[in-house]
T-cell receptor, first 113, second 120 residues
Framework: GENVEQHPSTLSVQEGDSAVIKCTYS??????FPWYKQELGKRPQLIID?????GEKKDQRIAVTLNKTAKHFSLHITETQPEDSAVYFC????????????FGTGTRLTIIP | DGGITQSPKYLFRKEGQNVTLSCEQN?????MYWYRQDPGQGLRLIYY???????QKGDIAEGYSVSREKKESFPLTVTSAQKNPTAFYLC???????????????????FGEGSRLTVL
């Protein structure tokens, strides 16, 4: 089955700086890669996702890049703000036909004011 | 107001007791899931259900049981056979569609607010 590794487990950055979280996956058949954000005491929520037919996707200060050859994908947050402090999870699955979404172990991001 | 409701939010149980966590959704989603969240281990899939009266084991099903008698409801029972039940449990649902005559699943998982179970 799919195995997703996520690094780092914790990350602290100064407000205004950029943050990068990296994930690798094992199943070359995976083609759907979402990122979820979980604020303290709240439910995880989807913040961005990418499918394997594109190499990069942006949404305001958030971007995700995908390298299918190397089987890794990354989350980039620019101009970080205090409200970006949360735990971020990457995940991988086949977008269709596979009901299982395999999650990484999470990255706790702390923005230092 | 559409969404997923989990109850109770906090639950304490003595060793040897079964406990049932409730999950109800009014999003008209066909697929529902139970995940367990432990520090440093991400979200691990316990059980999932694609349609009413059908469910499958996830990666860590041992010691758990589920039922799916209604589309809106997917309760999880943590049995006394679960060796380390203290955890945060998340229920989720997802849109499904039909492709080539088979059910497929797309996109976003919508999560409930979770239930924290502590075994005393």
């Amino acid at each position: 089955g799919e195995n997703v590794e996520q690094h780092p487990s914790t990350l602290s950055v100064q407000e205004g700086d950029s943050a990068v979280i990296k994930c690798t996956y094992s199943d070359s058949a995976s083609n759907y890669f979402p990122w979820y954000k979980q604020e303290l005491g709240k439910r995880p929520q989807l913040i961005i996702d990418i499918r394997s037919n594109v190499g990069e996707k942006k949404d305001q200060r958030i971007a995700v890049t995908l390298n299918k050859t190397a089987k890794h994908f990354s989350l980039h947050i620019t101009e970080t703000q205090p409200e970006d402090s949360a735990v971020y999870f990457c995940a991988a699955s086949m977008s269709f036909g596979n009901e299982k979404l395999t999650f990484g172990t999470g990255t706790r991001l702390t923005i230092i004011p | 107001d559409g969404g997923i409701t989990q109850s109770p939010k906090y639950l304490f149980r003595k060793e040897g007791q079964n406990v049932t966590l409730s999950c109800e959704q009014n999003l008209n989603h066909d697929a529902m899931y139970w995940y367990r969240q432990d520090p440093g281990q991400g979200l691990r899939l316990i059980y999932y259900s694609q349609i009413v009266n059908d469910f499958q084991k996830g990666d860590i099903a041992e010691g758990y049981s589920v039922s799916r008698e209604k589309k809106e409801s997917f309760p999880l029972t943590v049995t006394s056979a679960q060796k380390n039940p203290t955890a945060f449990y998340l229920c989720a649902s997802r849109v499904s569609g039909t492709s080539g005559g088979a059910t497929r699943f797309t996109g976003e998982l919508f999560f409930g607010e979770g239930s924290r179970l502590t075994v005393l």
